[in-house]
C-alpha cells in the first residue's frame, strides 16, 4: 500500500488536546489580568494545567518523534521539523518555571508577563505542530503507529489520569465539539463520564469547572 492509498489518520485527539491546553492559558491570564489568580479554582486549573502538558510533551518525546525518526530516514529537511518540535517543547519548561515562581511571589506584574511569554511560545509550538508535523505524520506514519502512540499514551495517563482528561477535554465545550470526541472514544467512556468523572470533576472546582 502506497502512502497515498493508507487510511487517513483521524487526528482529533491531538487537536482537542491542544484546544484545552490553549483555553486554559487564556483562562490564567485572564484570572491574573484581573487578580483572580490566588484562588484555589485557579490554582487547581494551573496545577492541572501543568500535569496535562507534562504528559502530553512526555509521551510525544518518547514515543512519537522516535517514531518519526524512524520513519523519515536520512532526510535533513524532515529531521530539522522534528529537532524543532523537541527544542520548542524544551523553551517551554523554563517559562513554565518562571510562570510557578510569579505565582509563587504573587506578583501581578511578573505573572501577566510570564503568561504573554507562555501564550506566545505555546501557540507557536502548536501551530508549528498542527500546521507541519502533523501533515508529516499522516505522511509517514500509519493508523496502526498513530494507534500505538495513543496507546502509550493511555498507559501513561492510566485510569484514573483519564477520569481527569476527559472531563476536562468537555469543560466548557460545546455540543459539537463534545460529539466530535466522544465519537473515537469508546462508548462506554462517555457513560462514564456523565455519571461519574464529569461531576467529580466540576467538585474538585478548576476554574471553576466550565466558566
Known amino acids: 500500500m502506497s502512502a497515498t492509498d493508507k487510511d487517513p489518520i483521524d487526528f482529533t485527539m491531538m487537536y482537542v488536546t491542544h484546544d484545552a491546553l490553549r483555553r486554559d492559558v487564556r483562562r490564567l491570564a485572564s484570572a491574573a489580568s484581573t487578580r ?6 485557579v490554582r487547581k486549573g494551573w496545577e492541572n494545567f501543568k500535569a496535562q502538558l507534562h ?6 518525546d518518547d514515543d512519537l518523534w522516535p517514531r518519526l525518526y524512524q520513519a523519515i530516514g536520512d532526510r ?7 529537532e524543532d518540535m523537541e527544542a520548542e517543547h524544551a523553551v517551554l519548561d523554563p517559562l ?5 515562581d510569579a505565582f509563587t511571589t504573587m506578583s501581578g506584574d511578573a505573572l501577566n508577563d510570564r503568561l504573554v511569554e507562555l501564550t ?3 501557540d507557536t509550538h502548536f501551530e508549528h505542530e498542527e500546521q507541519s508535523a502533523l501533515p ?6 500509519t493508523e496502526k503507529d498513530w494507534k500505538s502512540f495513543g496507546k502509550s499514551m493511555a498507559k501513561a495517563q492510566g485510569l484514573s489520569g483519564a477520569a481527569v482528561y476527559v472531563p476536562w477535554i468537555v469543560d466548557g465545550a460545546t455540543a459539537e465539539k463534545r460529539r466530535q470526541f466522544f465519537s473515537v472514544l469508546p462508548a462506554p467512556v462517555k457513560v462514564l463520564n456523565r455519571l461519574v468523572w464529569e461531576p467529580r470533576y466540576r467538585r ?3 476554574w471553576a469547572a466550565g466558566a
Do not use: F, W
Open 36 to 41: 483572580r489568580a490566588d484562588t484555589p479554582a
Open 55 to 60: 504528559l502530553h510533551h512526555t509521551v510525544e
Open 136 to 141: 508529516l505524520i499522516q505522511e509517514v506514519l
Open 96 to 100: 513554565l518555571t518562571a510562570t510557578d
Open 120 to 122: 506566545a511560545a505555546l
Open 76 to 82: 535533513p529537511d524532515r529531521r530539522k521539523l522534528l
Open 204 to 206: 474538585s472546582g478548576p
